[in-house]
């Protein structure tokens, strides 16, 4: 939608990333809107470049206007917004580092918000709203519905392998460390041997050949276009959860019911040095 006129104070918070850092982006600056009264704006201008990623929030039932600078925005009301926002004495914040910064409950908008983050601690308090407006759309296709509907009374798992520009992407593999299959071994045998595991990955093939065969494992059909957001709508109906170190795993395991086993890499980065403490609620098990 477009960006409406309003008396109320604005949070404009700059989307960008796959669909994992679009949640944790929204989430926090939802948060902060809901606590100043303020109104959100996404500003999505980073998808108006011919980027690989797409902008995916639109699939859910979010609550906050949606601009594209490059149609919403003229160069001369672009300078007026630019006056208008000198007057009012607008904050632009950047996120200073990877953990928590405390310092973000104390904006007051209007305020320009750009960052990643990605931890929980943004959005405390409001997790049910949260929930409620990330709630993930049924998908159409068949496969998943009937994947779905055979295991719902199982208390299946889900176990998640990020691969992707994990392998692929010289800059993404120096940050991000791979999830070796001795962690995802120790993962599966902590959970009930009862819960059938489903198998869930951009690179089925690569998972289905060499993951441990060490209990029964489920895997959906390996297709070429097959849909992110149906993978988090099976992630978010599953029970227990071991999940890559990935943002959209993540959130594959935040949205599911409360309970169940909540397992996470405990190793996230290469660089030591980079503090993912807050990255996960304290009853989840890092291993």
């Known amino acids: ?14 989307i960008s990333g796959g669909l994992g850092n679009q949640l944790f982006q929204y ?31 639109d699939q859910f039932p979010i609550q906050a206007d949606v601009q594209h600078r490059s149609s919403d925005i003229t160069w001369m009301s672009r300078g007026l917004q630019l006056m208008q926002s000198v007057l009012r004495r607008e904050q632009i914040y950047r996120e200073p580092h990877f ?15 750009t960052g990643y983050f990605q931890t929980y601690r943004y959005f405390e308090g409001i997790e049910q709203q949260i929930r409620e407006e990330l709630r993930v759309p049924d998908p159409s296709d068949q496969e998943t519905l009937q994947l779905s509907q055979k295991l719902s009374h199982q208390n299946y798992a889900v176990l998640h392998i990020r691969r992707g520009d994990y392998v692929s992407s010289t800059k993404a593999s120096r940050i991000y460390a791979q999830c070796t299959l001795d ?14 595991v489903l198998v869930l990955s951009d690179d089925l093939p690569w998972a289905r050949e060499n993951l441990p065969a060490i209990r029964p494992l489920v895997f959906p059909e390996a297709k070429l276009d097959r849909s992110g957001l149906a993978d988090l709508w099976l992630m978010a109906r599953a029970t227990h959860h071991i999940i890559a170190n990935s943002s959209f795993s993540w959130w594959g395991a935040w949205l599911a019911a409360k309970g169940g086993l909540k397992i996470a890499p405990r190793r996230w980065f290469h660089d030591p040095t980079m503090n993912d403490n807050d990255l996960t609620p304290e009853e989840w098990i890092r291993i």
């Open 1 to 14: 939608m477009g960006v409406a006129a309003s008396t109320q104070p604005t949070c404009l918070l700059k």
């Open 27 to 57: 989430a926090a600056g939802r948060s902060l809107a809901s606590k100043t009264n303020s109104r959100l704006v996404l500003d999505v201008s980073f998808y108006d470049k011919g980027r690989h990623r797409t902008f995916e929030l």
């Open 99 to 113: 953990q928590f910064d405390p310092h973000f409950e104390n904006i007051q908008p209007p305020v320009t918000l």
């Open 183 to 196: 962690y995802y071994e120790a993962a599966m045998e902590r959970l009930p041997t009862s819960s059938p």
